[in-house]
């Protein structure tokens, strides 16, 4: 598979958009789970993360929260960096 970046014209192109997910007690060790999330902007990703979440969750919904959480945070500074800077 080629996977890459793509950047170019988009109907909204200062709109963003985020997608977040979390695996459940991914580390067997631990019994922490992994979260990740992308955050595109005019359909390119601008922000993105992927790392063992610092607690250990109880359940796959805290787990997906949690990551909501680092993703939503992400999305904020995002749009008050963008809206500062236009």
């Known amino acids: 598979m080629d996977y890459k970046l793509q950047y170019g014209p988009h109907p909204h192109p200062t709109a963003f958009t985020s997608f977040s997910d979390a695996d459940f007690?991914?580390?067997?060790?631990?019994?922490?789970?992994?979260?990740?999330f992308v955050l595109l902007m005019g359909g390119g990703a601008v922000s993105w993360s992927s790392k063992l979440q610092s607690c250990a969750a109880h359940s796959t919904t805290e787990a997906a929260f949690?990551?909501?959480?680092?993703?939503?945070?992400?999305?904020?500074?995002a749009t008050k960096w963008h809206y500062l800077k236009h």
């Open 25 to 36: 007690t991914g580390d067997a060790d631990s019994a922490k789970s992994t979260a990740g």
């Open 66 to 77: 949690i990551a909501g959480e680092s993703c939503t945070s992400s999305r904020i500074w």
